[in-house]
């Protein structure tokens, strides 16, 4: 389950990877990381998801309460 800490991280990810500041891989001298990348449809199909999760599991919780009342005399 997701929690908008998750969706927060995903959006800033997007960000991130339209402007360019995401990292693919570092190399430092002969040494090389190459980190896993990321489709930014995948980043997108993904927030979507959390998005409407969040959007189910917060309408669920809601309840409603009604309260009818009368004043005076009714004929």
């Given amino acids: 389950m997701y929690n908008t800490d998750d969706l927060a991280q995903i959006e800033s990810a997007i960000l991130k ?23 930014l449809q995948e980043l997108i199909s993904l927030r979507n998801k959390i998005r409407a999760e969040l959007k189910t599991t917060s309408n669920s919780s809601k309840r409603r309460i009604v309260f009818a009342t ?3 005399v009714s004929k």
Avoid: I
């Fill in 17 to 39: 990877l339209q402007s360019g500041e995401r990292v693919v891989s570092v190399a430092y001298g002969d040494h090389a990381v190459k980190y896993a990348e990321v489709d």
């Fill in 70 to 72: 009368q004043k005076g």
